[in-house]
């Protein structure tokens, strides 16, 4: 199993951008789907963006469709959201998960690993 640490979140004004990263640990890193969700005050945790393993497939949430962008690299076991045109209604804990299953990760269904979340704060 992998764990996983998420980095760069922060406060950003509307329309900024920002660029998380998640450092997986275990050498079957690049076996795993990877995926980001979210989770704003009072809400429930929403799915945002998954990308295969082999980094082929990827799916997002129509919320962020077009402006938010998943990738990985597998060489230095680490996925990307890069975050444009962000508004205040992206402000939440956003956290990196794996599953060697993909559709596991985008139904976010019995996931294998979570990250213990970063924040992001989009100021109007």
């Known amino acids: 199993q992998v764990q996983l640490v998420e980095s760069g979140g922060g406060l950003v004004q509307a329309g900024g951008s920002l660029r998380l990263s998640c450092a997986a640990s275990?050498?079957?890193?690049?076996?795993?789907?990877m995926g980001w969700f979210r989770q704003a005050p009072g809400k429930e945790r929403e799915f945002v963006a998954a990308i295969s393993w082999t980094g082929d497939n990827t799916h997002y949430a129509d919320s962020v469709k077009g402006r938010f962008t998943i990738s990985r690299d597998n060489a230095k076991r680490t996925v990307y959201l890069q975050m444009n045109s962000l508004n205040p209604e992206d402000t939440a804990v956003y956290y990196c998960?794996?599953?060697?299953?993909?559709?596991?990760?985008?139904?976010?269904?019995?996931?294998?690993?979570w990250g213990q979340g970063t924040l992001v704060t989009v100021s109007s």
């Open positions: 998960a794996g599953d060697h299953a993909y559709r596991d990760v985008v139904f976010g269904n019995d996931v294998e690993a």
């Open positions: 275990g050498r079957t890193f690049s076996s795993y789907a």
